[in-house]
């Protein structure tokens, strides 16, 4: 019989908390949790930001959420998802053009995010 293994990591219940409150759609708690998660060399910290950018763009934040999206684009420019949901908030915000730039960009990292919507 093989023996139990203890080699996995322990689930991190806050991170896993501040999930669920996201996918519920109770950003307001989800993004306090997420502020946690937010420091240099967290594990979360990339995802962190990107939920936390979800949800100011859910909640009708779209300036705020278009800066963070940029600095997450900065950070990794090869990041497909973030560019998308930029283009999103871009084309809220009536910056068509660049919206659109940023699609065409998205379509050649990862032409699935066009194909499929982001479920998240």
Request: aromatic share 10%; glycine share 6%.
């Amino acid at each position: 019989m093989a023996s139990p293994r203890n080699d996995l990591p322990v689930a991190d219940t806050v991170w896993l908390n501040a999930t669920q409150f996201y996918r519920k759609g109770d950003c307001l708690e989800a993004q306090k949790l997420f502020l946690g998660f937010l420091q240099n060399g967290n594990p979360h910290a990339r995802d962190a930001t990107y939920f936390s950018a979800r949800c100011m763009q859910r909640t009708g934040d779209n300036k705020r959420a278009r800066d963070v999206y940029e600095q997450m684009v900065v950070l990794d420019p090869l990041d497909a998802k973030s560019l998308y949901r930029l283009g999103e908030v871009l084309l809220e915000l009536g910056e068509t053009q660049r919206a659109f730039e940023l699609r065409q960009r998205v379509g050649r990292l990862n032409p699935d995010l066009l194909i499929n919507d982001l479920w998240d």
